[in-house]
Nanobody, 124 residues
């Protein structure tokens, strides 16, 4: 059974940084795509970034490009989201997701497995 466990969230001041981690277990993820989504209070869950386990190719949301970077560490089955220059509007629960079909899709329906989320709060 696939398990995704996020960590690294917390409270940070505007302009600060956080690195989120997503530890994946339960199967071999070679052909999977891993992604980060986020959901702010009262808003829809939105795509942040995705990365291919196989070749490291990435997809990122234009509005966050340059501040957020997704990466992977295959030996640890862990995906990271480095978040810099954080803003209050980045406050959300951040979710890790996994897709077995290998496509860098930015939509929720493309992902089969989800973690429980980690909360990020950015104070002004």
């Amino acid at each position: 059974q696939v398990q995704l466990v996020e960590s690294g969230g917390g409270l940070v001041q505007a302009g600060g940084s956080l690195r989120l981690s997503c530890a994946a277990s339960g199967r071999t993820f070679t052909n999977y795509v891993m992604a980060w989504f986020r959901q702010a209070p009262g808003k829809e869950r939105e795509f942040v970034a995705a990365i291919s386990w196989r070749d490291g190719s990435r997809a990122e949301t234009d509005s966050m490009k340059g501040r957020f970077t997704i990466s992977r560490e295959n030996a640890k089955n862990t995906v990271y989201l480095q978040m810099n220059s954080l803003k209050p509007e980045d406050t959300a629960i951040y979710y890790c997701a996994a897709s077995p079909d290998g496509r860098l899709t930015p939509t929720r329906v493309g992902y089969t497995y989800w973690g429980q989320g980690t909360r990020v709060t950015v104070s002004s």
